[in-house]
Each structure stands twice: as C-alpha cells, then as structure tokens.
C-alpha cells in the first residue's frame, strides 16, 4: 500500500495541495478529457438526474457533470479541498456538499443514476470495498465512472509510483470493477497531449 493510501496522511497532503491544486491539475487533468469522460455516461432528465460526485476535491468534475445535470451531491473528505469548493458553488445552491468517506457513503441503498469519481480511486485504501459501496448507492443499472492514473511504462518509476499511491491497468481494473459487482465494465485511456495515457477511466452498471 502507497503512502497515500492512508486516509490521514491524504488528508494531510490535500490540505498543503489545496493550495495550489487548481493551478496544477489542468496539466493532468483538463477539460477535454473531462468532456470526453463525461460523453461516455447516459444521463437522465437534467432536473430528475440523481448524481454524485465521490472525492469531488475543489469541484472541476463537479462542474462538468453541471453541464449534464441540475443538481450534483459532492463528497469529500478533504475540509481544505471543500472550503476552495464552496467558493466556487456556494454552501447551497446546484451542488449538495458532504465532507465524508468514500467507503461509508451517507446516502441510501439505490439513491443514484450516475456515480462519478475522477482523482480519487489512486488514495483509496481498499479499491474493491469502496467500488461495493458505489453500487449499493447506484439504482439497478445506474452507471459508475471512475477515473485514475495508469501504470508507468518504466519499471523502476512504476515501484515508485505504487509506493506512493494506486497506479493499475486494465486489467486490474477490470478485477476490481467484475469483483464489486459492476456489469458492462469498459476502459478507456486518456491524456493530456504529451502523455496520452496517463489516465484510465473505467465505466460499468449496476445489475438491473
């Protein structure tokens, strides 16, 4: 398990990187992407749409999921990443925020049509259990998308890499989603221009 991989320490690092958090992440993780990862969900009706947002950070995929829909419910467990969040939606208005765990979610069994989740599976101490409680959120065939960073195509970086957080492939991606229950799993790699392929995005359904 990476460094990361600790929910105190992740909090710890969120709230020096809050800091600087919007400045850094459009070079890894930009609007192109976020649109081409958002065109792969079905969303319902904009003002009936049940959406959630898990690890919503300073809210940049929150943004684009208020393209698709009215109303998005935000989890986080960051205060530091939150609070840069409020400023940019208000406390009340089109986003509902909850400071919270991502493996105890609190919301009922089949609340959501769409559980999204950009950034934040690599810091996730138990991938599989955290995937079980999206689907337990999820409405019989609701989709989950979720989306985080491939492995390094260099050895010696990759050990690195994991000894700081969760990299994985496809095919580990596709354990954990078949094994937390998810049906019509798919991925897809995405990048920023001089890396095409930093990230996987990982959609799937819950079981009718």
């Known amino acids: 398990m990476g460094i990361l991989e600790n929910k105190t ?6 709230k020096y990187l809050s800091t600087v958090y919007d400045r850094i992440n459009p070079f890894i993780w930009n609007e192109e992407m976020r649109a081409d990862a958002l065109s792969l969900l079905d969303f319902p009706d904009p003002e009936e749409a049940m959406v959630l ?3 919503c950070g300073t809210g940049f995929g929150t943004a684009g999921l208020l393209e698709h829909v009215d109303t998005v419910y935000a989890l986080d467990q960051s205060e530091h990443q939150l609070e840069k969040a409020y400023a940019k939606f208000g406390k009340r208005g089109p986003v509902a925020f909850h400071r919270g765990d991502a493996e105890r979610l609190p919301f009922a069994t089949d609340t959501f049509d769409v559980v999204w989740s950009s950034g934040s599976i690599e ?6 259990r955290t995937l079980r409680e999206f689907r337990r959120v999820l409405k019989p065939g609701g989709q989950v998308l979720v989306v985080g960073p ?3 195509e260099n050895t010696i970086t990759q050990k ?5 957080m969760l990299f994985y492939d496809e095919y580990e991606a596709d354990r954990m989603f078949k094994t937390a229950g998810f049906e019509d799993v798919k991925h897809t ?3 920023p221009s001089y890396s095409p392929d930093v990230a996987i995005t990982t959609i799937g359904r819950a079981p009718e």
Do not use: E
Not at 9 to 14: E, I, K, T
Not at 123 to 128: F, L, N, S
Not at 160 to 164: G, K, R
């Open 9 to 14: 320490r992740a909090r710890v690092f969120y």
């Open 150 to 152: 491939t492995n390094p």
């Open 53 to 55: 947002d898990v690890g």
């Open 160 to 164: 690195l890499a994991d000894a700081i």
């Open 123 to 128: 810091y996730w101490p138990d991938p599989v």
């Open 189 to 191: 790699f995405m990048g």
